[in-house]
C-alpha cells in the first residue's frame, strides 16, 4: 500500500468555484503534510503545511487534516484558471530524516 | 521563502557520459538535501538525502554507484549520473531544508536530463 494517497483526476471546476483536493495516508503516528502545485515541467512550489489537526487557511487555500480518518484536504476558494496545475500531497516522516514522501498529485483543472 | 538554485536547468548528453547537477542554498545553511526524480506524468520519487559531510543515504532501488551524491558544504549539494542512459532521462529535482520538525524544504528549479 502506498503511504500517501491521491486521485490523479482532472479535477474540473468553474472559475469561482471551490475546489477540493484530498489526499489519504498510511497511519505512521504524528505527522506533518505539505501541499504543493506543480505546473508542467516546473518544480513544485510549496502552497502550506499542516501539522495539527483541524483546519489551517492562507488566503484562498485552506487545509484540513484529520488524523483520526488519515486524510488531509485542500481547499481552494475562488478558484481562477491559473490554479490550473497539479496538486501534490507530501507526508514528512518522523525519523531524523524529515524526508517527504509525496502523492501521485491531483490534476485540477479551472474552466474560465 | 528561501531560494535554492539549480542548475543546469536542461542538458542533453550522450549515452555513456556523465552528468553532474548542482544544487545550491543562496540564502540558508542547507542541513539536508533531497534528490527527487519524476518521470512523465508520474510524482516525484526521491531517490537519495544527503546531510552535510556525510554519505548520502539512498532509497531502496536506486543505484549509488550510478548516482553519485556529494554534499561537501552546507549550501551545495551535487548529483552525478554516471554513464547515463537513455532511460536515465527524466526530471531531476533538488530540495534543501534548513532543519527542524515541519521546516519546509525549498525545491530548486528541476534539471531536465536527456539522454540521446
Known amino acids: 500500500q502506498k503511504e500517501v494517497e491521491q486521485n490523479s483526476g482532472p479535477l474540473s471546476v468553474p472559475e469561482g468555484a471551490i475546489a477540493s483536493l484530498n489526499c489519504t495516508y498510511s497511519?505512521?503516528?504524528?505527522?506533518?503534510f505539505f501541499w504543493y502545485r506543480q505546473y508542467s515541467g516546473k518544480s513544485p512550489e510549496l502552497i502550506m503545511f499542516?501539522?495539527?489537526?483541524g483546519d489551517k487557511e492562507d488566503g484562498r487555500f485552506t487545509a484540513q487534516l484529520n488524523k483520526a480518518s488519515q486524510y488531509v484536504s485542500l481547499l481552494i476558494r475562488d478558484s481562477q484558471p491559473s490554479d490550473s496545475a497539479t496538486y501534490l500531497c507530501a507526508l514528512q516522516m518522523v525519523d531524523s530524516s524529515y524526508k517527504l514522501i509525496f502523492g501521485s498529485g491531483t490534476r485540477l483543472l479551472v474552466r474560465p | 521563502g528561501a531560494v535554492v538554485s539549480q542548475h543546469p536547468s536542461r542538458v542533453i548528453c550522450k549515452s555513456g557520459t556523465s552528468v553532474k547537477i548542482e544544487c545550491r542554498s543562496l540564502?540558508?545553511?542547507?542541513?539536508?538535501m533531497f534528490w527527487y526524480r519524476q518521470f512523465p506524468k508520474q510524482s516525484l520519487m526521491l531517490m537519495a538525502t544527503?546531510?552535510?559531510?556525510?554519505?548520502?543515504?539512498?532509497e531502496q532501488g536506486v543505484e549509488k554507484d550510478k548516482f553519485l551524491i556529494n554534499h561537501a558544504s552546507l549550501t551545495l549539494s551535487t548529483l552525478t549520473v554516471t554513464s547515463a542512459h537513455p532511460e536515465d532521462s527524466s526530471f531531476y529535482i533538488c530540495s534543501a531544508r534548513g532543519g527542524g520538525f515541519s521546516t519546509e524544504a525549498f525545491f530548486g528549479q528541476g534539471t531536465r536530463l536527456t539522454v540521446v
Open positions: 497511519d505512521r503516528g504524528s505527522q506533518s
Open positions: 499542516i501539522y495539527s489537526n
Open positions: 544527503s546531510n552535510e559531510g556525510s554519505k548520502a543515504t539512498y
Open positions: 540564502d540558508f545553511q542547507a542541513t539536508t
